[in-house]
């Protein structure tokens, strides 16, 4: 099973992207994803950005990972 972090983007700069998940801030792979901006959500595997997500997505999956 794979496991995908909810991650809210502070800075976006060639490719990559600087995300805040939780507090924990890493940079991680923005090419897979157009159009990316600060204050956009992400989902995050493997050091890479592959979803954009919405805010209720997140607060869903932090539910999720609480519960787990």
Same mark, same amino acid.
């Given at each position: 099973?794979?496991?995908?972090? !909810?991650?809210?983007?502070?800075?976006?700069?060639?490719?990559?992207?600087?995300?805040?998940?939780?507090?924990?801030?890493?940079?991680?792979?923005?090419?897979?994803?157009?159009?990316?901006? !600060?204050?956009?959500?992400?989902?995050?595997?493997?050091?890479?950005?592959?979803?954009?997500?919405?805010?209720?997505?997140?607060?869903?999956?932090?539910?999720?990972?609480?519960?787990?």
């Amino acid at each position: 099973m794979c496991v995908g972090l !909810p991650a809210r983007v502070v800075t976006v700069k060639d490719g990559m992207a600087l995300v805040d998940a939780s507090g924990a801030r890493r940079e991680v792979s923005a090419e897979l994803l157009d159009e990316l901006d !600060p204050g956009d959500y992400v989902m995050v595997h493997a050091g890479m950005a592959i979803a954009k997500i919405t805010d209720s997505d997140t607060d869903e999956t932090d539910s999720i990972l609480e519960d787990l």
